[in-house]
């Protein structure tokens, strides 16, 4: 079972929705993730590296690719922690305009 109790979010972001979810033969952690400063909403996947061991990078954005929430014309982008042991990958980049934004749109 995939452990997310250690994930770090990108500074100034803020958690508009998450849920686990099998990500084929892995869980998920898929969080839409609002950044204020960039005026910018976008989306993350999360996998824990200690339950896909077994997977290398280009696995992990294939699977992540073919999950069904990346927009076809989005751009993916990936960190790895290796202290957190999670692999983070960024998607689905749109901006919006801050000044009209709030937290219940």
Do not use: W
């Not at 898929?30 to 910018?40: C, N």
């Not at 996947?45 to 990346?70: F, M, P, R, T």
């Not at 990958?89 to 749109?105: C, P, R, V």
């Amino acid at each position: 079972m995939a452990d997310f109790s250690r994930i770090e979010l990108l500074a100034d972001s803020s958690i508009l929705e998450q849920h686990e979810f099998p990500l084929f033969e892995y869980t998920g952690l898929y969080l839409q993730l609002r950044s204020q400063a960039q005026a910018m909403d976008y989306c993350c996947i999360v996998v824990d590296q200690q339950e896909a061991q077994d997977a290398d990078d280009e696995k992990l954005l294939n699977l992540v690719a073919a999950s069904g929430y990346v927009d076809d014309d989005s751009d993916i982008t990936f960190r790895i922690s290796k202290a957190e042991q999670y692999f983070y990958t960024y998607f689905n980049f749109k901006a919006h305009d801050a000044h009209l934004s709030d937290s219940t749109d």
